[in-house]
């Protein structure tokens, strides 16, 4: 990483999540003077990782975030599962970086060079030929430019390149991938494995697919049951781009990384028809300054980069950048999430684990896909990911003293939990814009979010709860509770996908089948804005893959004087 040094790049990449990173690492190898610009502070790796191995009590509060800091700094912040006091300083202050929510809209956002993933939960599917052909199938939303035929070589390159673990099924609706040994479930994940699966043949119980390391890769040590993973990982066993991507790309030399830059619009030359230069406020003195290039890659997260291209208007476009098709902002989607079922297995006081195992089981999809599997009541489908453990010292015991201690040396009982994500359809009337009356502190209007549920996703999350709780049922276990926290707002499951959608034709959608732009060919969207559908797995490893692919095309239109 250097100084800021050339007036003209070869390429800029905005942010540094996991499609950011994995494009300034792919760019940079590929011998392209590589500009990035982030958002976030610098975060470096095994230094900034200041509470990693912290224990509660040496924490200032215990843990927990004051209820008044929460308040007035981490309304929305403090909703994901990953946001405590070991981790405050790594999200956004929803102060610094307001939206409006027509429709109510969780946007959980990283502040920090790496992104989100140094906070992932690293779960890494493959999507199945199925849903890059669901479009195309059931008449919601636009086909897919491309196939999983076309994206197979890069799914490859990816999981040998970060280190993915998990278990091979044979499942057409979940191929499988390279794969590291596997984890091992625990007693009671046995159980449910073998019950569910005797009892309904058409699922399968499998470990999860993680990008965490059991074999040491490329210096990186396998992961040693440490966690919590979200505080950052100073073996690298975990995928970030902090631990991986970053320090391949500053290697090469060709890196120029400016955190604390806030991109505000992309420029353009109607002559050449080309983004030539992006402008960005320095966070640091509230300077704007201009940075151009060949060609730009925005991944600063679907409604980020979204954002972005509203924001950069001009007589071609005057309702941004590239959409000449009215699509940017459209399509929004994000998972299911908080729908399931909890329950308690009695029994297995004799077994336990080994330390903190950073990965759960998986449940993939089993509705519609096949003519056996089909629902009257909803399209697409939807899977589970879960685990069994004991509860430890920590639980809330009555009593005091050496009584209360001896207690706590045995570990209580064993819980299990079954959450979903399932997909949802790409719907027109789900999206964003910018809202004509509110701005931020540099006078940027700001976004403002129009996302509900429908009939489908309502018949979806009833069949979730029911069939999370069939499952644990089947297994023996009590006191089985079905939840379904329906007023929690779309956008927690943060995997926010749409906004910039790929497609076939330029009137319909924003991007081709290569992540480029249909209407400027030097500029590519490869981070969660492209997805034109959602699918039900986690969609990172995808990212990651079109990246990759993107990169490689982007490059080779360069060398040919195509961009």
């Excluded at 086909?143 to 197979?152: H, T």
């Excluded at 997260?301 to 979204?306: K, Q, V």
Aim: hydrophobic residues 35%; charged residues 20%.
């Amino acid at each position: 990483m250097h100084l800021l040094k050339r007036t003209v790049y070869d390429a800029i990449v905005v942010g540094t999540g996991m499609s950011g990173g994995w494009a300034m690492k792919e760019l940079c190898e590929k011998g392209l003077n590589t500009l990035v610009l982030e958002r976030g502070r610098m975060v470096r790796h095994i230094t900034d990782y200041v509470t990693e191995h912290k224990n509660s009590w040496e924490l200032p509060h215990r843990g927990r975030v004051p209820p008044a800091v929460v308040r007035s700094d981490y309304q929305v912040q403090s909703k994901t599962y990953v946001f405590s006091e070991a981790t405050r300083h790594f999200f956004m202050r929803d102060s610094d970086h307001p939206y409006v929510q027509q429709e109510p809209y969780t946007w959980i956002q990283a502040d920090v060079v790496g992104g989100r993933s140094l906070m992932w939960a690293r779960q890494s599917y493959r999507w199945s030929p199925m849903d890059f052909e669901a479009n195309l199938r059931d008449g919601h939303g636009v086909d897919w430019p491309i196939r999983y035929a076309d994206i197979a070589p890069w799914y490859d390159y990816i999981e040998r390149s970060i280190g993915v673990s998990g278990q091979a099924e044979g499942l057409p609706q979940l191929p499988d991938g390279i794969f590291q040994p596997p984890m091992e479930m625990n007693a009671v994940e046995k159980r449910l494995k073998a019950r569910v699966e005797a009892t309904f043949p058409e699922r399968t119980v499998t470990i999860g697919r993680t990008a965490t390391l059991t074999r040491a890769l490329n210096g990186r040590a396998a992961c040693h049951y440490c966690g919590p993973c979200e505080r950052g990982c100073s073996t690298s066993s975990y995928y970030s781009t902090v631990s991986v991507a970053l320090p391949a790309a500053q290697a090469t030399g060709n890196l120029t990384l400016r955190p604390r830059s806030l991109v505000c619009r992309v420029l353009y030359d109607a002559g050449t028809g080309r983004a030539t230069s992006v402008e960005a406020i320095d966070l640091s003195t509230d300077e704007r300054r201009t940075y151009s290039a060949r060609m730009v890659f925005l991944c600063a997260s679907s409604m980020n980069t979204a954002r972005i291209m509203l924001l950069s208007r001009c007589p071609d476009f005057p309702d941004g950048i590239a959409n000449s098709s009215g699509t940017l902002g459209r399509y929004l989607m994000d998972h299911h999430y908080h729908v399931g079922a909890n329950a308690v297995f009695e029994g297995f006081e004799d077994r336990y684990y080994r330390g903190n195992r950073p990965n759960g089981i998986y449940v993939p999809r089993f509705r519609n896909i096949s003519p056996e599997t089909v629902r009257e009541d909803f399209v697409r489908g939807y899977g589970f990911q879960g685990s069994a453990s004991r509860s430890g010292w920590n639980r809330r015991l009555r009593g005091f003293g050496a009584k209360l201690k001896h207690a706590l040396r045995t570990p209580g009982q064993w819980t299990m939990g079954l959450g979903a994500f399932g997909e949802t359809l790409p719907r027109y009337d789900n999206y964003c814009e910018l809202d004509p009356e509110v701005t931020d502190r540099w006078g940027l209007p700001v976004l403002r979010f129009h996302v509900t549920r429908d009939d489908n996703d309502r018949a979806m999350r009833r069949d979730m709860m029911a069939t999370a709780a069939e499952m644990l049922h089947a297994a023996g276990a009590a006191s089985v509770t079905p939840y379904d926290t329906w007023q929690d707002a779309p956008g927690l499951g943060n995997h926010e996908m749409g906004a910039a959608r790929m497609g076939r034709n330029p009137e319909t959608s924003v991007l081709n089948g290569w992540n480029q732009c249909h209407d400027v060919r030097n500029l590519f969207v490869t981070d969660g804005a492209c997805m034109t559908s959602s699918a039900c797995q986690n969609p990172s490893l995808t990212y990651l893959a079109l990246t990759a692919r993107a990169c490689d095309y982007a490059v080779r239109q360069l060398a040919d004087g195509q961009l």
